[in-house]
């Protein structure tokens, strides 16, 4: 069964530095998401792209963000100044773009800031 | 604005045992999308089983079934012949598509325990 592959699955940085959480969607999806989980709480969505553009984006997702699909495959995350409260585990998704919406999610990427 | 509630933040079953996990939400839609996702100490996301809003079926995935009840806003998770396997968080999630592509609004989810 496709999967969504996200990369790497642990990242550790330095505050103030920039990372880029990689995610290659499911290859016929049209629709992709980024969603964030701090430790214990629960998952919150940071931004949904679709065309080459973002379609929807939560309070969260701030200047210090940024999405991007480089290339046809691989879809980015980007946190230009990373703070101390960004470490969260940062899970991709994508859909097929019809009403019916199961989104599959990737393991996810563990970002711990130091 | 949706929400979605879980207010279990812990439960437990034996092993064998049926257990039934609640989930209210709240939304002035009509015609949307309900899941629940397993998330194991692995912390990947797993789609359980999903409810169309507009069927009256409960949907049912092997042990795995849904009640939904439209008209109280309910859609709560039953688990049969519970297995080691199946202790994990497990979250309540909504989805509604319409305008823009929509997003998962998802509860805080409940902490499974199985028993042996």
């Known amino acids: 069964e496709p999967e969504v592959t996200q990369t790497p699955s642990h990242q550790v940085t330095q505050m103030g530095q920039e990372v880029i959480l990689r995610c290659v969607p499911i290859?016929?999806?049209?629709?992709f998401y980024w969603y964030r989980q701090i430790l214990g709480q629960k998952v919150e969505f940071l931004v949904s792209f679709y065309n080459n553009e973002i379609s929807e984006k939560s309070e969260i997702f701030d200047d210090q963000f940024s999405v991007e699909r480089p290339d046809g495959s691989n879809f980015t995350l980007k946190i230009r100044s990373t703070k101390l409260e960004d470490s969260a585990m940062y899970f991709c998704?994508?859909?097929?773009?019809?009403?019916?919406?199961?989104?599959?999610f990737g393991d996810g990427t563990r970002l711990s800031i130091l | 604005a949706q929400t979605v509630t879980q207010s279990q933040p812990e439960m437990s079953v034996q092993e064998a045992e049926t257990v039934t996990l609640s989930c209210t939400y709240d939304?002035?839609?009509?015609?949307?999308?309900l899941f629940w996702y397993k998330q194991p100490p692995s912390r990947q996301m797993i789609l359980v089983i999903r409810?169309?809003?507009?069927?009256?079926q409960n949907a049912t995935e092997n042990r795995f079934s849904v009640n939904f009840q439209k008209a109280a806003k309910s859609f709560s998770l039953k688990i049969s012949d519970s297995q080691l396997g199946d202790a994990a968080m497990y979250f309540c999630?909504?989805?509604?598509?319409?305008?823009?592509?929509?997003?998962?609004?998802f509860g805080k989810g409940t902490k499974l325990s199985v028993k042996p």
């Open positions: 409810q169309e809003a507009y069927k009256q």
């Open positions: 999630a909504y989805f509604f598509y319409g305008g823009s592509q929509g997003n998962l609004i």
């Open positions: 998704a994508s859909g097929q773009g019809s009403s019916y919406q199961p989104q599959h």
């Open positions: 290859s016929n999806h049209l629709y």
């Open positions: 939304t002035s839609e009509s015609d949307y999308y």
